[in-house]
Every structure is written in C-alpha cells, then in structure tokens.
C-alpha cells in the first residue's frame, strides 16, 4: 500500500538539532515500510526547515499539498501533527490518519492557557476530517473520545485510535565503564514550560557535588528550535563546565547520539508532577533507553510500567528519594549493568518501530472512512420555559408581531423559482473579479431560463436580467419614505469602526433599503432564492426570508476577514474580530454558502461554518471572448520590436498586491530577463493603472472592454503575486486565451491546478526568470503548457458555472 507521510517539517538530518516529531515520522516509516508499504513523506516549506530546501516534497499552502496528493494517489495519508489537517478537505475520500502521539492541548495549559478554548474548537472541527487518531498510549485514548464524539464520531461499535508508542532502534551497548570512569549522569532536552525539574535538579546536583568526581551531572537544555523565540525558555546559548555539574546546549543528533554512547550511564527523566505529565510520551526516554542507558523516572510516567517490567531503571516517587537510590546505584556496578542489558532488551521486544506499529497495520489491512453519527436536527442544550418577558421587550415583540403580519400581508407569496441578487454597486463596467463573476453568473441563470433580478444600493430601479440583455425595473416612489435618505445613511455608516477602504462592502448592515428593494424586487420576481454576493448583502436576505418564502444563498467572494487582514495594515484586532464573527454568523444563517475555491470553503469550515452548507461553485470563463482574433497593433502601439518577448498581467491596478507586481516586473522580473539575453516587454492591462509606468518596457494599456483579445496578443503569462486573497480569475483568463502561465503559488492559489501540467508554480525569482527564458527558448513545450491550461478552462465555462449554481438551489428545495 502507498502511504503519505505528511508532516511538518522535513526528514530528520543527523547533523542537525532534531525534533521528536522529525524522530517519530522515522520511526512510523521504519515500521510500515518493513511491513511492505510504501512510505513517501511531505513536509510543510515554512522557511524554517533548517537545511532541507523547498523542493517538490515540501508544501506552503492548501494548493500544493492538493496538488502532490494528486500527482501521488496515496491509499492512506498520516498527518503529523493535528493543525495540518487544516489543509485538508472535509469530505476526502482517502483515509486520514492523524498522528496525536502529543497531547497539544494539555501542554497549552502551561504554555497559553487563554487559548485552550480556541485551540480545542480548532481541534475539534479537523478531527472531523479524520478516520483514524494515532495515540502514544492506552491513557492517551481516554483524551479524544468526548472530542471525538463533539466531531461527529459514531463511538459504538468501534473507537477510531490506535496505540502507536514512541519506538526506538537499539544501539549498541553503552562503551563507557563505570568502574574506571565517573558515572556520567544525563538529564534534560528542550526547555518547555510543562517540564518543571527544579527540586529533582537541586537533589541531583547536591549528590553530584558530594560525590566529585565519581559522578557527574550533564543536562542538555534549549528551546524548541522552531519556538517563538517570546515565549522560548532560557537555556544555555553555550556549553559550560562547572564542575562536576556541565550544562550544555542541544546538540545535533547524531553529536548527541555519539556522546550517549560513548560517555554516558543514567538517563533522567524527572520533573514535577502535572497532569501534562501523566499523559505524555518523552523522546528523550527513548533516546536513553536505545542507547542501554538504565532511567531514573517518575513513577507518574506512562513509561514507568515498561521500565519496572523489564527492570530497566529505578523508579522516583519524590525528590527525597533520590539520594539514597543514587547512592545505591554507584555502591553495586554490577546492578547497573543488568538493567543495563535489560533496556535494550526493553527497546527491542517492546518499541521497537517494527513492533510498536502493530496496531495501525492491523487497521492497514483494511482502511475504511470512520464511521459518523447522522446529523442532528437543530435543539437546545436547555428546553424553553415559558415566561413573562419585561414591558419594554413585550412591546418590542408585539411590535414586530404586527410588522410581520403586515408585511406578509403585502410581500407574501408561495415558493417562487427566480433568483434575487444582493450586491455592491460597481457592476458596471464589469472590469474587476466580482462583477464578471456576478454578472456572468447571473446571466448563465437567465440564459438556462430562470428569472434572475439584481439589487444593489441604487435607490431608483433594480435591474432584471434576461437572454437578451439587462433591464432596469423602477421602484415604487413611496419606498423611499420608508428608509433614511441615501447619503445619511452613507455618512452614519461610513462612521461606524470600520476599515474605511472596505467599509462599503458593509453597507447592508445599516441600510435599511437593502430590505425593502429586495423585498420588493422579490415579489415581482417571484423569488425563490435571495442570492446575496458578500457577506454583509446576505443580512437583508436573511430578514426578507420568511416573508418571501426565499431560501438565502451567500457567495463568498472571498473569505472577507482575511483578505482585509492581509491588506489593511491599519486593521485593528478588535476590527478584524467584528469582521469575522459578523461573517461565520452570516454564513451559518443562510441555507448555503457558495465558496469560489476548495481554499475558502476549508478555511470557512475550520473557522466555525457548517460544513453541511458550504459548496464550491469556481469562477467561470467566457470562452467565446478568448476565441476572439488578437489586438493586432500591439506592438506598433507601443513600439514594441517584433523579436521581443511580450509577457502580459491584468488586473485593477488600484489593488495594491497587483501594484505591487508591477514593481516586481520592473525591479527584479525584467532587468533579470535582460541579463540573461531575453529583453522582454510587458503589457499591464486593467482599469486605474498607476500615472507613470515603473520600467520603460511595462506598457500601460488601463481598462479595456474584452481582455481576451489583449492576452492573445501575448507570448507569456507571469503572475508574480505576492499577496492578495480569493481566486486569481486573471489565471483562467490566461488559460483561456492560450497562454503558457508562470505564477507564484500566491498567484495561481484558489485554482485546481497541477504544477508542471497546467502551469509552472513556482516562488523564486531566480526560478521565474529560467523559467520564462527557457518557454521563449522552447516555443513546442510553451504549446504543449498552454494547450493543457486551455483544457482545464473549458471546464469552467460560465454555461458550467451556472449548472453548478442551480444545483446548489435544487438541494434547498
């Protein structure tokens, strides 16, 4: 069976500081591959992965470890750690197996206990994704099982965990002898803020300086190599040797490995007892035990049962202890070397990799999807109770007891079948992403025979859309008298604390008009659903619902907090919290939540949506405007000579990610080309470009009524996005005019793409450079690149785009 490791951070490397994690996916590859799978392994490109550079084994996002899983087809993934999952999709049908041999949630009690909470939600929601839950041992069990039946797990006739232990190859016997040599004591590892080891640290210490120089102490300490160096615990930045008692710092493994065997006797593990503690599994442990070192343990460790059954160590009940048993150990040499033996014996009968993976082999013979309780009807932890509410609150809902009488009276109706869409204004001309795809969408709708309507905040007329074309439809004059004036209600919303470039994307919160157009437009359309594009356009929906007997669908453009976050640095975290309570509230309201891309729909999910109401409807392409013949006085236009290279990037140049590519073209892309003998040109085609173009070679075209026949014009797409959110629609318009495409995995994110197939993705400079030279050189494999990239665009055809969307209304029915 082919098995994907996937993980956080690259394959372990000797002559580096290692992490247990980096030991533990050695270990589950050791012990499934001497069972005859076939283990690859990914690993999570942070910019932290020490010597390990980015390569095709390593992911930075959602869209590149789709891609790999694609281009491998695993039977069976394992996740290394639980907060990968969220890059995976919900509904996968390949089994997950979740490595949970750290019980994370435990060990943020110590490290941020007011983030628990947050971190158990979290937890929660990506073990729903889940089909088995590695545990390092039988009490780690008892941890999951009331998350995992919040998850949804059907816990009756079979618990989804296997025991996997910490496992370990034997080494040779220790080469150090106590009878010529100092006992060599060692204690230690990565300082972490769980792990208090004061008062056995002072015993062993004091003994140490009584017995010197027969015995010494040598501890290892440090931080997490990957640790916020603002919370990290000090440890020694040096080694230094105070005697009978040395402090050293993290060594690399195979350093630290070496001096186990050939200096040291006694492993410690000894700390304070907390319930962390209890629970946990130690690295080091193992590391101790492999290398025939007997361990001095608490007894309140899960390892303690295996080292008293194989007398492998001597076991600590208090620091009082500790003396008298140290004490006995350097008067019997004898008793140390039979312990001695028997923790290799321990190691290899009981963890090695071969045999601590029984379990999960066990559960690898026949891999199934966990099984799942059905979903709930919605109920209350608590049964009302009737009462008698106060005077003011009586009147309030005796109040609008009446309106909803009145206004059923006049805006009700049965289920209709047309389609209301709630939007922003600025759809025409539709030259930026959300009004093509709501514009496209909109009139896919009408041309399969639905009704389709659209308001926006224009007080006057909505505008319905038909196969032969828009038309505006008035409304009736006194449904002004019944909202406040349009550039008041402008000015009290523009004031509210909201980011002021996108506080307009907000305005339905407090324009009340948006309620009564849409109840109005609804009627005549005889809507069946109220289509709101943004989240903020789906609060009206979600008040004119019941009235027009709608159900309320909510596109997401984007997923609006995090865009705003990443692109408004004066966003204050008080803002960025409204904002993303306001939109998981809003989508969890509505009966379906239309992502463009599997990114958002995962990233929604995880942050508290319904999975049950989340669809993926892509951006769609109009093929017939790519099929136009090229802009044939490009070149004369702009004096561009025939034997220069035309690369081509659109977009709205008042975007600052995209103004920010044009810097990257001017400043690194181009002088990088005409170095290598390419002088390349660069049409920069959208509306608001910047006054002065930044590179002589970079032609300003602004906005243009169809791009397809701009981009035709082109030999090559480069996409050097660095920043931005949602879909790039700009990369199906690249495909579906035929071009080859560069992009950085920024650029192309939202888009199913596999790299080396339908694009070449990739993130440095460097790399872009060779790779558009060589497409020039190579003008066949340029062909070939774009041929396959215009195969995948003729899937997203509008005409699809719009199936897509009726299906998602014919489910709510």
Known sequence: MKILLVTQEPPLLSDEVVSGNAVRSVQLRIGLEAAGHQVGQVWLATGRSGSAEKSSSSFSNRDELHSILLKEKPAAVIAGYWELLNLFPHESTLPIILDYVAPRSLEELFEAPESVQASLRRLVINLRKCDLILVGNHLQRHLLINPLIEAGFDLRGNLPICVVPLGAEVTEAPVS????????????????????????????????????????????????????????????????????????????????SEFLSRNAHIGVELAERNIEREYSQSFRSLEFLRHGMPLLCNRYLPISE????????????????????????????????????????????????????????????????????????????????????????????????????????????????????VTRGDLFPPDHGAAVRTLESARALARSGVRVGIVTDNRKHWIEITSAGEKERRYPFWLRLLSLPGPLTKLLHFSKNLPYSNAFLYLPLTDGSFFWHTLVAGRALHAGVLQAEFPAYASPCIRARDTLNCKVVLVEHNVEYERIKAQVPELTVAQYQTLRAIEIDLCNRSDAVVCVSENDRQQLANDGVDPGLLHTVPHGVDLAQFDLPAVTDVRDKFAIPEQSPLLVYHGTFSYPPNLEALRIFAEVLLPGLEARGVPCHVLAVGRNPPAVSPHPRIHLVGSVEQVGPWLRAADLAVVPLVDGGGTRMKIIDCFAAGLPVISTSKGIEGIPVINGEHALVLDDWDAIITAVADLIAHPQKAKELAQRGRRLAESMDWRAVGGRYLSVYAALR
Do not use: C, M
Request: aromatic content about 8%; glycine content about 10%.
């Open 306 to 421: 295996l080292v008293e059954q194989y007398d492998a160590g001597w076991i600590v009940d208090e620091p009082e202890s500790l003396q008298p048993i140290l004490g006995g150990i350097i008067a019997r040499p004898g008793e140390w070397q039979e312990k001695s033996e028997n923790a290799l014996r321990l190691v290899g009968e009981a963890l090695h990799p071969t045999r601590s993976v029984a379990e999960l082999l066990g559960w690898l013979e026949n891999p199934v999807k966990a099984a799942r309780l059905a979903a709930a009807a919605g109920g209350r932890e608590i049964e009302p109770v009737l009462g008698i509410p106060p005077l003011a609150q009586r009147i309030r809902r005796q109040f609008n007891l009446v309106r909803t009488v009145l206004l059923n009276r006049l805006f009700g109706q049965e289920r209709g079948t047309g389609v209301l869409v």
């Open 177 to 256: 002898h106590t009878e010529k040599d100092s006992w060599i004591l060692v204690s230690g590892g990565v300082s972490w803020p769980w792990r208090s080891t004061g008062s056995y640290q002072a015993a062993l210490e004091d003994f140490t300086r009584k017995q010197d120089p027969a015995v010494r102490l040598v501890h290892f300490g440090g931080s997490y190599r990957w640790q916020d160096p603002r919370k990290a615990s000090t440890g020694p930045g040096e080694d230094a040797d105070t005697g009978p008692v040395q402090f050293r710092a993290l060594k690399p493994y195979r350093q630290f």
